[in-house]
């Protein structure tokens, strides 16, 4: 079993942290990550909006 990560930490480290990350992936990996966020962003966008108000 690998390294677990925890994402409890001030943001300056947390920054500096996915920073890190981020340099260690190869490109095909950060243009994956990155059409993920596009399509979430994409999802969010359309989706019909809940309330809870009656």
Known sequence: MGKVKLNHAPPTIMEVRYLEETRQLTYQQRFEKL???IEISCLLKSAKKYS???
Do not use: F, R
Request: proline share 0%; aromatic share 0%; no cysteine.
């Open 35 to 37: 059409i993920a966020i």
């Open 52 to 54: 809870k108000s009656k």
